[in-house]
T-cell receptor, first 116, second 118 residues
Framework: AQTVTQSQPEMSVQEAETVTLSCTYD???????LFWYKQPPSRQMILVIR??????QNATENRFSVNFQKAAKSFSLKISDSQLGDTAMYFC?????????????FGKGTRLHILP | GAVVSQHPSWVICKSGTSVKIECRSL??????MFWYRQFPKQSLMLMAT?????????EQGVEKDKFLINHASLTLSTLTVTSAHPEDSSFYIC??????????????FGPGTRLTVL
């Protein structure tokens, strides 16, 4: 069975600083996707970034980037130049690439506070 | 694109009544829809997976007779909480996915429905 672990329940950083959120996962699959989702106070789930396991290059979306270490099964999220609007719950998630019914496995989340 | 709506966004009901929550994919056809439950400050808990035209697959521990799911079309799935009790009070979120391989298996999430059972 697949598992996703986020070891940081809560973090706080000053605005404009860089912060890294940790995530590790466990799977025997070779083809899969990894995601970081953001859930702000509105509770709308927003996809931040997606990584395909077969791609060695780390995904980047503007101020958000990941450090994907497949052998170590690690998938951390780096937020550069953090902004107040980045305050949210962040979930790391995993899904297999095969089978259309496949579910997303979520970590327990990291609550991130950006301080003014 | 890829917008998912939920209705209602907030509902209060009396204990013993049933409540229906709708989930719609507005600009794409969703072959698969998922229903989650989220308690305060916790992660999303998958309740069930539904494919259009077939019975939903429920996760272990989820009562299928209590949480009725109907995926009647490629753009609509409904969750009915039957004989609701205060312990059913929670935040319910749906998500929708396009066909196999499309969008990298990405799920698009609705804004959620807050259910309060008195």
């Amino acid at each position: 069975a697949q598992t996703v672990t986020q070891s940081q329940p809560e973090m706080s950083v000053q605005e404009a600083e860089t912060v890294t959120l940790s995530c590790t996962y466990d799977t025997s699959e070779n083809n899969y996707y990894l995601f970081w989702y953001k859930q702000p106070p509105s509770r709308q789930m927003i996809l931040v970034i997606r990584q395909e396991a077969y791609k060695q290059q780390n995904a980047t979306e503007n101020r958000f980037s990941v450090n994907f270490q497949k052998a170590a099964k690690s998938f951390s999220l780096k937020i550069s130049d953090s902004q107040l609007g980045d305050t949210a719950m962040y979930f790391c998630a995993f899904t297999r690439r095969t089978n259309r019914d496949d579910k997303i496995i979520f970590g327990k989340g990291t609550r991130l506070h950006i301080l003014p | 694109g890829a917008v998912v709506s939920q209705h209602p966004s907030w509902v209060i009901c009396k204990s013993g009544t049933s409540v229906k929550i709708e989930c719609r994919s507005l600009d794409f056809q969703a072959t698969t829809m998922f229903w989650y439950r989220q308690f305060p400050k916790q992660s999303l808990m998958l309740m069930a997976t539904s494919n259009e035209g077939s019975k939903a697959t429920y996760e272990q521990g989820v009562e299928k007779d209590k949480f009725l799911i109907n995926h009647a079309s490629l753009t609509l799935s409904t969750l009915t909480v039957t004989s609701a009790h205060p312990e059913d009070s929670s935040f319910y979120i749906c998500s929708a996915r396009q066909g196999l391989g499309a969008g990298g298996n990405e799920q698009f999430f609705g804004p959620g429905t807050r259910l309060t059972v008195l």
